[in-house]
């Protein structure tokens, strides 16, 4: 059977441990570069050495050579052979031992607004999936272990130019564009060698609050990198 051509659009955020902004963006490794193999890093505190050993895993002060994400996508409009998908938000946790762009052997979740419909959360988990290809083929591939998805309540507001995002229990997280220049504008990079939305051009920003509890994580990432632009995906 053909696949139904789907088409989905809107705006994204994705957040990460990078102190200042991601270096996939230049395609760059995290750091230092670990050939992509897994890493177990010492841990930096004594209470991330109790949660190893509890079963937890807390991600270091100092991430070497290794990806930790959440990417949230607002999708304002769209299709899946005809079935809206518009007013819907979806979300990722990706965990990479090297670079996003390079490295595969990806941990991957997906948490699906728990307002759509069976039909709809149906088929955002085919698109996100990476089962109805374009561009989430790429990410299938790169993954060595899918932790499975999720049906759960976004929040999502924007104050001013913050962006706050809550999947409750699980993300709190509130982002701020960096502006720059003398009419202190958002700083944009344009055409990064590597974005989670090819062809748009992601504004650099910080989390003013990043929170994620889930799959035996706990990040508390609050002051890190985040970015976020429009997207528009097809299959």
């Known amino acids: 059977m053909d696949e139904a051509t789907w088409k989905i659009s809107g705006d994204m955020v994705d957040a990460c441990h990078c102190p200042v902004f991601c270096n996939n963006l230049l395609l760059r490794e995290p750091l230092l570069p670990e050939s992509g193999q897994a890493i177990q890093l010492p841990p930096n505190t004594k209470e991330e050495a109790e949660a190893r050993q509890s079963g937890a895993t ?12 959440v990417t949230v ?30 490295s595969g052997g990806w941990r991957r979740a997906l948490y699906i607004d728990s307002t759509a419909s069976p039909e709809q959360a149906a088929a955002l988990e085919r698109i996100f999936g990476g089962d109805a290809g374009g561009e989430f083929r790429r990410w299938k591939q790169w993954t060595a272990r899918f932790l499975g998805v999720q049906r759960v309540p976004f929040r999502s507001e924007a104050i001013g130019a913050r962006r706050h995002i809550v999947i409750p229990g699980i993300l709190d997280l509130t982002t701020e564009p960096v502006l720059g220049g003398r009419d202190r504008q958002p ?39 985040c970015c976020g632009s429009p997207f528009a995906y097809q299959g």
């Open 58 to 69: 807390a991600v270091p002060e100092r991430p070497i050579g290794r990806c930790t994400s």
């Open 73 to 102: 996508w607002n999708i304002e409009a769209g299709d899946d052979g005809g079935l809206p998908l518009g007013g819907l938000h979806v979300a990722a946790l990706v965990q990479s031992p090297g670079p996003l762009f390079s």
């Open 187 to 225: 700083f944009q990079l344009i055409n990064p060698p590597f974005w989670k939305a090819p062809g748009f051009n992601p504004v650099v920003g910080r989390s003013v609050t990043f929170r994620f509890q889930d799959h035996g994580l706990d990040w508390q990432l609050s002051g890190r990198s």
